[in-house]
């Protein structure tokens, strides 16, 4: 009799929408193995040769796997490998490590991954899951790097004989734009974070995917059944007749519900009643220009910019920023595009940038007090930003404020770098506009006063929430105090948006709040004029603004700030969102 199948449910990062029913197969990592050895003056070159030499069939191997990335996903495939462009031909790194095998006679793979290592361990120390899933695309092309180093003749990913669900400890783009679309059914892997390449790839491909999983890829063994639930990330192994039957009627579902929302991709986000509500994407790399572009965002409400500094070994140049950013304001035009200015400090901390060690980070040198800070920093940023301005629709964002100060410091430092361009004879948008990121309570409780300085106000509700519950949400022990009804962030948020349009300016929000389809005709009830959330849940939130009418939203509004608890207001969203739109929820 054979042994009886393990019967599981695991819960994990929901990283792309969709349901899959289907056997495991498991892919086994390639680990490289690098010993440290001697190497005498005559073998100094020839090793320098070896890791230019490995440089370049990498970028051989890059250039053949970006054409297959390509041909299937347009243009984004394309883009998604800009990351690793930059770790291959980043200047620093080509310079240390060649600078290191001559100084240090030592085996250039050695030195190759001694060099690439510090790299991989700040980005592995970070919380934020953005810069973590950046981890995987360095590990991945200092593997290939050092293979070709060391001569290897390997093959990254085994052959796929009939369809199924990857399970792996974690997969890299590259390993996932080789694989046969036709025989992958789901992604699920140990680590990973729902906006790394591979999660973007897979979103991108309509892949379902759950990542941070843990332990799944020593859970399970290849030839099992699972379901992975992408939406709301969970993995059920082995599961029973009945698990089979529901899940089944929820593909079917998905499917009808994937063909309604298709239709209104191009229609304006409006409600019945006439309200129009500002739809937009928040990005964090440029690769993610294609599917905001196909899901229909009326611009980007959030650029992060923060990638370009932790993706190399040095500060970008203004040159290299202005580039990007111009190509961003290129691809949206006419619509807008708001750049977030540098939001270092906290889990973020570039290994070339002297920020001090502090006893709580996030209460520390971050954000806009690095930038006022670091005033040459700050100027370079701005000037790449109000130089690719010259397409006018370009706004800046100002981070974390936390007080007037603040405003006005940032301000006269725009205002200097406006006379230094134009005495330079460089042309920008001069009535550039600009906001104040609110994220902090003290600038909530102060927004009156903000909104008379700026164009206009974005809620940043991840680190709101955060700060006025005192809750790290990173910290397992409190996490269930961390949720998006706590009346005390309502009513934040509520004095917020009241206070910018007393001051005749529009109020965003660009955190996860606004994602989340629950809290959609709450937060158009509470007035808010914009929401800018991931790209890929554009349609349905466009779905329910066009079903509901202003009217309505406001009349929930007001039941949600009647109730006295955050439990309560909770039940109450969730029964008035599940009864009109129980396919979102």
Not at 173 to 199: E, M, N
Not at 289 to 310: D, N
């Amino acid at each position: 009799m054979s042994p009886k199948r393990l019967h599981l449910r695991m819960k994990g990062v929901a990283a792309s929408p969709g349901i899959a029913i289907g056997q495991v197969y498991i892919l086994t990592g390639n680990i490289v193995k690098v010993e440290q050895r001697d190497i005498d003056a005559l073998q100094v070159q020839a090793e320098v040769e070896k890791f230019k030499t490995a440089l370049e069939l990498t970028k051989n191997d890059l250039t053949r796997i970006q054409s297959k990335a390509k041909s299937k996903m347009g243009k984004e495939g394309d883009k998604l490998f800009d990351v690793y462009r930059l770790l291959l031909e980043d200047v620093s790194i080509i310079d240390e490590t060649i600078e290191r095998i001559k100084n240090e006679k030592k085996n250039a793979d050695y030195i190759y991954y001694s060099v690439m290592i510090k790299f991989q361990e700040m980005l592995e120390a970070a919380t934020d899951e953005y810069f973590v899933g950046r981890v995987a695309d360095i590990r991945d092309v200092k593997q290939r790097v050092i293979r070709h180093i060391q001569g290897e003749k390997h093959s990254f990913m085994l052959q796929i004989d009939d369809k199924a669900v990857i399970v792996a400890r974690e997969l890299t783009p590259l390993d996932t734009v080789q694989l046969d679309r036709s025989k992958v059914l789901a992604f699920a892997t140990d680590v990973g974070g729902k906006t790394s390449h591979a999660a973007i790839m897979a979103q991108s491909l309509q892949i379902p995917s759950v990542v941070g999983l843990k332990n799944i890829s020593t859970m399970v063994q290849t030839g099992d059944t699972v379901i992975v639930n992408g939406k709301a990330g969970e993995v059920i192994i082995n599961p029973t007749d009945d698990e089979l039957t529901y899940y089944h009627q929820a593909q079917a579902k998905i499917k009808s519900l994937r063909e309604k929302l298709e239709t209104v991709v191009k229609l304006p986000c409006r409600t019945v009643d006439g309200k129009d509500i500002e739809l937009a994407a928040n990005i964090e790399f440029p690769g993610d220009m294609e599917a905001v572009k196909r899901y229909g965002a009326r611009g980007i409400g959030l650029f992060r910019t923060e990638y370009q500094y932790l993706a190399k070994a040095e500060l970008p140049t203004e040159e290299e920023q202005y580039k990007e950013y111009y190509s961003i304001a290129e691809q949206m035009h006419p619509d807008t595009v708001i750049i977030r200015t540098l939001d270092i400090g906290g889990d973020k901390k570039p290994k070339f940038i002297d920020i001090p060690e502090e006893d709580n980070p996030f209460l520390g040198l971050r954000a806009i007090r690095y930038c006022l800070d670091n005033p040459a920093v700050f100027k370079s940023q701005l000037r790449a930003i109000l130089r690719a301005s010259v397409l006018g629709n370009i706004k800046i964002l100002l981070p974390m404020i936390s007080c007037m100060d603040e405003v006005m410091r940032a301000k006269a430092i725009i205002n200097e770098v406006k006379r230094d361009l134009r005495n330079e004879g460089i042309s920008f948008d001069e009535s550039i506009g600009y906001g104040a990121m609110i994220e902090v309570p003290s600038a909530a409780i102060i927004a009156d006063l903000i909104a008379k300085e700026v164009e206009f106000l974005s809620i940043g509700t991840n680190d709101l929430i955060q700060y006025t519950l005192a809750v790290d949400r990173g910290n397992e022990h409190i996490s269930y105090l961390y949720n998006n009804y706590a009346l005390a962030v309502l009513r934040l948020i509520q004095k917020v948006i009241n206070a910018g349009h007393e001051q005749g300016v529009w109020v965003g929000m660009c955190g996860e709040m606004a994602a989340d389809p629950k809290m959609t005709m709450l937060l158009v009830g509470m007035g808010l004029d914009e929401l800018s959330v991931t790209p890929s849940i554009l349609p349905e939130i466009k779905t329910i603004i066009r079903s509901i009418s202003l009217k309505e939203t406001r009349h929930i509004a007001e039941k949600v700030f009647k109730q006295t608890s955050s439990r309560d207001a909770e039940k109450f969203i969730t029964k008035v969102t599940q009864k009109r739109f129980s396919d979102f929820i």
